[in-house]
């Protein structure tokens, strides 16, 4: 198994750009997240997803959107880029409700010019 | 925002020490883990501790508990020089809806000196 995977390690952006940050696990888990991390920082909660085609947003969603058409993947949009979004991006899936790990992708390290 | 506040927020030993790092929490959780983040990577589960258990071990790892201080520590015995990394404790509770979410700290940054 994969595990998480994330594409692309590293992005530069400049303001007002879009882009996608994509995210995908071959564990067959439900739940997905997406987290971004800044120098000092622990993870902030973006998004999540409990199940195909049901997402929720965390703690930090503005500027963001996901969707999730299948179990396997979980994008992360940046609409309109902004130097605020300069960070680490993480996305992480589990098994299920309560009592399970999560497993991280290795990140994607994106700056905003 | 942010459940879990690790303390130290760094700490420097020398090899063949004992770490240890403490987590403080806020509200009632289903449970807490602790994650290891090597400089540049993403992040690796450690250990996962239920809030029905109040110790367990894992190699030289061993957390602690406590629900009625809402309290864990996390203590790596014997330290090496590959265990310097970012160790971050998350609290998993329900966030409602039947989601849980996990909640993390910001973190402790631990040196190990050869």
């Known amino acids: 198994n994969a595990g998480v995977t994330q594409t692309p390690k590293f992005q530069v952006l400049k303001t007002g750009q879009s882009m996608t940050l994509q995210c995908a696990q071959d564990m067959n888990h439900e739940y997905m997240s997406w987290y971004r991390q800044d120098p000092g920082m622990g993870l902030r909660l973006i998004h999540y997803s409990v199940g195909a085609g049901i997402t929720d947003q965390g703690e930090v969603p503005n500027g963001y959107n996901v969707s999730r058409s299948t179990t396997e993947d979980f994008p992360l949009r940046l609409l309109s880029a902004a130097p605020s979004q300069t960070s680490v991006y993480f996305c992480a899936s589990r098994a299920g409700l309560g009592t399970d790990t999560q497993y991280f992708g290795p990140g994607t390290r994106l700056t905003v010019l | 925002s942010q459940q879990g506040e690790e303390d130290p927020q760094a700490l420097s030993i020398q090899e063949g020490e004992n770490a240890t790092m403490n987590c403080s929490y806020k509200?009632?959780?289903?449970?807490l883990q602790w994650y290891r983040q090597n400089s540049g990577r993403g992040l690796v589960h450690l250990i996962l501790?239920?809030?029905?258990?109040r110790e367990k071990h894992s190699g030289r790892l061993r957390v602690t508990l406590d629900t009625s201080k809402k309290s864990s520590s996390l203590l790596i015995t014997a330290s090496r020089a590959a265990d310097t990394a970012s160790y971050f404790c998350?609290?998993?509770?329900?966030?409602?809806?039947?989601?849980?979410?996990?909640?993390f700290g910001k973190g402790t940054k631990l040196s190990v000196i050869p």
């Open positions: 998350a609290t998993d509770a329900n966030s409602g809806a039947g989601s849980y979410q996990l909640t």
């Open positions: 509200t009632s959780i289903n449970n």
């Open positions: 501790i239920r809030s029905n258990e």
